[in-house]
């Protein structure tokens, strides 16, 4: 990255929209601008689109160039010093079926770990801002968007390009928050409780009385999926997780935890279920996923979402890698026709031609917030200028629950935003001063 001017208004918005051609329910929002400001007050919320949105005109353009904010930029593969915080110009106003969102908080998930390395093909190549979930309100309608309004408070969903503190996106690619939920929590929600419903209700068929594995069962899916299963009654939940989460992953709901650091999960599991799991959830990968069909009876189901084993230190690990193609599972039609047994995988960035079904999905777990049946759990919060931070907790497994970006800037006086007790551990090594200050190149998207 260097100092050069970012691209003139116009410019910012035609490689927005260039962006979202054919955009859907896993692709992103765009690099967007408008001018961050507070939560508007509630009359504001009655604001027309025309009002939101004037004319571009060239009177105003240099006051849009000058217009900055702040975005997250993978700048190259590699450790955590590799996501800068920049300082972008350029304001785009919505088109028709478009908004522009005012954000407050960032989820992190495992796809940004992997992305970092270069190990995320749905991630373009860098420079790019990550972020595949935001929250915050809106502060500007395109034309034709009717069920949007300047004030909603609203969960967005995308690809990547989220880490930043304004979007420009589609309107159908937002959900508003209900009542009573946090910023932190909507952005929370999305990218995790969407995977575990979907590969629970829809890929496994999930009923009463079954059994279910859940590996990192205290990262954000795994607290996900075991809420889920609660929804159900009689299941029997399996969770790995380190001796030091047990308390915790049991009273949300998990009956058997095993730490497997110190034990064989599989040789725990077989004690109590000799005859094997009705579901396995599979985010490792490697050997594990063939241990996880080992484990299943007949007619049980294993679901592959991830490959958690390839993230080995900060930087891509090529033995790491080796490893894990090596021992990858492989099986014949004809071998799980004679097990009877089903493999299924899911990748949620790949749905890209598929928004209706997630969109149903994403509604349906937001009733079940309503209902009071499930609830994201937040581990920690860090503001953009930590981002290393964050993602070294996150990489470390050192959180419970799911670990959030700040939009606001860190105050002088904070050191740290350390919000759990159990965050110490990860100060080995503290990361290169998490963020650095750079203006995009021109035409960067």
């Known amino acids: 990255m260097s100092g050069e001017d970012a691209p003139a208004p116009q410019k910012v918005e035609d490689q927005l929209r260039e962006d979202q051609k054919g955009q859907t329910a896993g692709e992103p929002a765009g690099e967007p601008a408008s001018e961050p400001a507070g939560e508007p007050a509630p009359h504001q919320a009655t ?38 915080l920049q300082m972008k110009k350029g304001r785009a106003s919505p088109q028709s079926g478009e908004v522009v969102v ?26 790019v801002t990550p972020g595949m979930e935001c929250s915050g309100f809106i502060e500007a309608v395109g034309e034709d968007v009717t069920d949007r309004k300047v004030g909603d408070r609203v969960m967005v969903l995308g690809r990547c390009g989220l880490w930043q503190e304004v979007v420009l996106v589609k309107a159908d690619h937002t959900f508003l928050i209900p009542e009573g939920m946090t910023y932190e929590e909507a952005a929370a929600l999305p990218v995790n409780y969407i995977t575990a419903y979907m590969v629970l209700f829809q890929m496994a068929n999930l009923r009463p009385k079954k059994s279910v594995l859940i590996h ?23 969770g790995t997780a380190s001796a030091s989460k047990h308390e915790v992953i049991k009273e949300g709901g998990v009956t058997h935890p095993i730490d497997y650091r110190t034990r064989d999960y599989v040789e725990e599991i077989r004690k109590i279920n000799p005859h094997g799991l009705d579901i396995v959830l599979d985010p490792l990968g490697g050997s594990d ?10 007619m049980g189901t294993l679901i592959v979402y991830g490959a958690a084993n390839r993230l080995s230190g900060q930087r891509k690990n090529l033995l790491a890698l080796a490893k894990s193609w090596y021992s990858q599972f492989s099986i014949s039609a004809l071998s799980l026709m004679q097990s009877n047994k089903a493999v299924c995988g899911f990748h949620l960035g790949y749905l890209d031609d598929e928004f209706t079904l997630v969109s149903h999905v994403l509604h349906e777990v937001l009733n079940l917030y309503q209902q009071g049946k499930i609830k994201p759990r937040i581990d920690s919060t860090y503001h953009f200028e930590q981002v290393g931070e964050a993602m070294r907790r996150m990489q470390e497994r050192s959180n419970i629950g799911k670990v959030i970006l700040l939009t606001e800037p860190k105050k ?22 998490g963020v650095e200050t750079e203006e995009p190149k021109t035409g960067e998207s």
Do not use: H, W
């Open 102 to 127: 005012q954000v407050k908080a960032c989820g992190l998930n495992f796809a940004d770990l992997l992305g970092r390395q270069g190990l995320n093909d749905r991630l373009p190549s860098p420079p």
């Open 289 to 298: 996923t063939q241990k996880a069909f080992n484990l299943l009876k007949p």
């Open 216 to 238: 990192m069962a205290a990262g954000g899916v795994g607290i996900a999926a075991t809420q889920l299963c609660q929804t159900v009654s009689d299941v029997t939940v399996f």
């Open 47 to 84: 604001t027309g689109a025309a009002e939101a949105q004037p004319a571009a005109t060239a009177a105003n353009e240099p006051e849009q160039d000058a217009f900055t904010y702040r975005a997250l930029v993978l700048t190259g593969y590699g450790g955590y010093d590799k996501v800068k």
């Open 412 to 433: 002088e006086e904070e050191t740290s935003n350390k919000k759990e007790a159990g965050q110490n551990d990860i100060q080995k090594e503290e990361p290169k001063e």
